[in-house]
């Protein structure tokens, strides 16, 4: 996988496959390149709507991370944020359809906890760094 961006690299900056190993290995070594990853594509998967939830929790910040352990083990949610302010997390979700992001929302409003549910559609998608 790395040799083809490797390779691709090498063409599009006419420096050397070993230059650009030795670049990439040092930022590693660094920390600047945190890790390499693969990216999905929810439409391939038919998880073509994405929404972001906004979780209130009932009375303290101290059942956020009790909420936050549960919900992140859901396969619906891609992205999992503790928030400042009154949100207590900030989660990223893709489903099939409505009626899946409905049926995902009464899910986790289940857990002991929540008090408040809101949830974002995402309309379009205007920057992704991947």
Request: hydrophobic content about 40%.
């Amino acid at each position: 996988m790395h040799g083809r961006l490797f390779r691709k690299f090498t063409n599009d900056l006419n420096v050397s496959e070993s230059n650009i190993r030795k670049r990439v290995n040092k930022l590693v070594k660094n920390g600047i390149i945190k890790n390499f990853t693969i990216v999905l594509n929810p439409e391939a998967m038919e998880r073509s709507i994405m929404s972001f939830l906004t979780i209130i929790p009932k009375q303290s910040n101290k059942l956020v991370k009790e909420i936050a352990n549960r919900i992140i083990d859901f396969p619906e949610v891609s992205e999992a944020y503790y928030m400042s302010g009154k949100y207590g997390l900030l989660v990223k979700v893709s489903v099939q359809n409505l009626s899946k992001l409905d049926e995902f929302i009464e899910r986790i409003r289940n857990i002991q906890g929540i008090n408040e549910i809101e949830s974002c559609i995402v309309l379009k998608e205007l920057k992704d760094e991947y």
